[in-house]
């Protein structure tokens, strides 16, 4: 789930682009880069890490430009390689960069195709580099460099491409480019800051980056919408294929930032919401529960929890401490890495749990590496009874629109029931949202009845998947696959 930002200016945008990478780099940990233009020049500086691991002063410096884009990436296709950071540079035509956030279900066929007939070459296993190759390849067959021509080339994209993809593009002499597939899976905000000198835009994944850099949230870009922004700020927009909203799902459960509003609705809201209706099951199901205290196991999960103390009328108190310097867990790239993290990251207070019946809450459990070794912790810790909510129903099937969960395998929950998840996390009682439940929650009073990418849930697919993708994607991403790898090279 990568982060992306792209900004036209009135003044240099390099330490603007910095800035809104560090509030999206819980999006993505793995890699860094950004890409800006001036009239006669791209200039890309990218690598591995973290945002403050990639850049420094020298290398900012050379960045100049009024039109940048930005990426901080967690890979879902091709290799972690320094070489498939992004932003994607292609020279023709004009001069283009790319950053994307998603995945393509389609990218062996497309490559293929843009070998074939397109004939160009693409030199990673990066889905994002394919298209980016499509994207130039379509604005090649039109005649001039305008935004009417851009429209046009991403509606070749759009019939092109399948999967998910919230791009931005810097094309050098017309500015910025932004679109988003045609079910508006990733999300994409565009915003706008008025300066002595003119107009200035942002387009970014989540709206807390245009917060931090000033602008005012205008609106999300639609779905299957195209924007050109001039270099000289001015802002076309333009519908470039028929489209249905159906965002993903998991980004209000985990991956956005609270503070963000993805599609016009509140994460925070959304993850109250998650906790109200989640509090309201555990009333049906046990009414004389004999729950004593609601603890968060942070961070994501807390907004969720502290509203099902408030349902059970428990207390709500933070017993784990998460240890600040350690990033998120599930991004990480292989399961060794993660499992040991949980225990770097989270460490008890034992004063929270000695002697009580403690209910746990997560925003989700995934592969089970937190929610295992949180139970275990929890009873080392003194607890009477352990139970365990889930704001978010099992997860059973793979995500593949940009979400790292390629391999059913891995998931805890596959082909598994409630109990016998129950019984591997060794918790007394487990309890999971229901996705109506999930669904209405997150889609809150303004936009009852939104439809939502629910894939992970619910093993339907909004953009349909050949049938033998799943085998392919999970050969080449599961967590044994990228072992191999490692060792390899
Ligand atoms: O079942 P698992 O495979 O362990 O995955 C689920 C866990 O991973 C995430 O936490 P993470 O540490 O990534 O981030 P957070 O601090 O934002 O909660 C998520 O919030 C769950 O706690
Ligand atoms: N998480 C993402 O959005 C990943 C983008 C792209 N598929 C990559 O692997 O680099
Ligand atoms: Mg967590």
Redesign the pocket.
């Known amino acids: 789930m990568c982060g992306i930002v792209g900004i036209v200016g009135t003044s240099e945008v390099a330490a603007q682009l910095y800035d809104g990478l560090t509030v999206l780099q819980?999006r993505g940990q793995d890699a860094a880069g950004i890409a800006t233009a001036d009239r006669h020049k791209l200039r890309v500086h990218k690598g591995n890490g973290l945002v403050r691991d990639v850049f420094d002063e020298e290398s900012m410096r050379l960045l100049e430009g009024k039109v940048g884009i930005a990426h901080c990436r967690y890979p879902t296709a091709g290799s972690e390689g320094e070489d498939e950071s992004q932003p994607f540079y292609v020279n023709s035509p004009y001069g283009i960069a790319l950053a994307h956030n998603g995945n393509l279900v389609n990218t062996d066929a497309l490559r293929r195709e843009v070998f074939e007939q397109d004939r160009r070459n693409v030199n990673t296993e990066s889905d994002s580099e394919v298209l980016l190759n499509v994207f130039a390849h379509e604005l090649d067959t039109q005649k001039a460099l305008t935004p009417q021509a851009v429209f046009k080339a991403v509606e070749g994209v759009n019939r092109r491409a399948k999967g998910g993809y919230a791009v931005v593009c810097s094309v050098l002499g017309l500015g910025l480019v932004a679109f988003r597939d045609p079910h508006g899976i990733r999300p994409l905000v565009l915003g706008k800051r008025t300066s002595p000198t003119g107009d200035e835009y942002c387009v970014a994944s989540e709206s807390v980056a245009l917060d931090v850099l000033g602008f005012e949230r205008l609106r999300d870009i639609a779905p299957g919408e195209a924007v050109v922004i001039t270099a000289r700020g001015e802002l076309h927009a333009q519908q470039t294929a028929p489209a249905e909203l159906t965002p993903c799902i998991f980004e209000y459960v985990?991956f956005a930032r609270p503070d963000s509003m993805i599609d016009d609705i509140s994460v925070h809201k959304a993850r109250m919401r998650m906790g109200v209706t989640l509090g309201e099951k555990i009333l049906r199901l046990r009414p004389d529960h004999d729950i004593d205290v609601v603890i968060p196991?942070?961070?994501?999960?807390r907004d969720s929890a502290l509203e099902i103390a408030n349902v059970l009328n428990v207390k709500y108190r933070e017993g784990f401490i998460?240890n600040r310097y350690v990033g998120?867990?599930?991004?990480m790239p292989g399961q060794g890495e993660?499992a040991k993290s949980v225990k770097r990251?989270l460490n008890p207070i034992p004063l929270e749990f000695r002697g009580r019946n403690v209910l746990l809450v997560?925003?989700?459990?995934?592969?089970?590496?937190?929610?295992r070794q949180i139970v275990q912790m929890a009873r080392d810790a003194g607890a009477k009874k352990v139970y365990l909510a889930s704001a978010a129903p099992p997860v059973r099937y793979p995500n593949v629109y940009g979400i790292d969960m390629p391999s059913s395998e891995e998931l805890?929950a596959h082909g598994r029931t409630e109990s016998e998840i129950e019984q591997m996390l060794g918790c007394d009682w487990l309890i999971y949202q229901d996705l109506a439940d999930l669904e209405s929650a997150v889609a809150g009073p303004k936009h009852p009845g939104r439809k939502f990418d629910s894939s992970c849930f619910s093993g339907e697919y909004v953009t349909g998947i050949d049938p033998d993708y799943f085998e392919r994607i999970r050969q080449m991403r599961s967590d044994d696959a990228k072992k191999k790898r490692r060792v390899a090279s």
Do not use: Q
């Open positions: 819980h985990y196991i942070p961070d994501t999960s998460k998120r867990t599930f991004i993660r990251k997560d925003d989700s459990i995934v592969r089970g590496t937190t929610s805890i």
